[in-house]
Nanobody, 114 residues
Framework: VQLVESGGGLVQTGGSLRLSCAASGKTDRINVMGWYRQAPGKQRELVATISRNGQNTLYEDSVKGRFTISRDNTKIMVFLQMNDLKPEDTAVYYC????????WGQGTQVTVSS
């Protein structure tokens, strides 16, 4: 499975961004999809995940109520709508997909200026 993210960029505090991730390859085996992020000097952390049928989602506490994860199984894509962005959201955001293994995209930079 190959994953390609897009949609990152520079935004001011309180702004919004929508990240997209397109999957290719053996996509029929994909179960959970999600987003992680890694800020400078910090470990990679879970942001949000979504089940195969989209019914179940999980969010890291600091993004609850601000971020929304969704997926389109016809296009094999996952999205992260990020609203009310804060400087502490600044990080490289990675798309992930899980089959019997876990796959990662190359990441997209999100920078929130104060």
């Amino acid at each position: 499975v190959q994953l390609v993210e897009s949609g990152g960029g520079l935004v001011q505090t309180g702004g919004s961004l929508r990240l997209s991730c397109a999957a290719s390859g053996k996509t029929d085996r994909i179960n959970v999809m999600g987003w992680y992020r890694q800020a400078p000097g910090k470990q990679r952390e879970l942001v949000a995940t979504i089940s195969r049928n989209g019914q179940n989602t999980l969010y890291e506490d600091s993004v609850k109520g601000r971020f929304t994860i969704s997926r389109d199984n016809t296009k094999i894509m996952v999205f992260l709508q990020m609203n009310d962005l804060k400087p502490e959201d600044t990080a490289v955001y990675y798309c992930t997909a899980v089959t019997s293994s876990q796959f990662w995209g190359q990441g997209t930079q999100v920078t929130v200026s104060s």
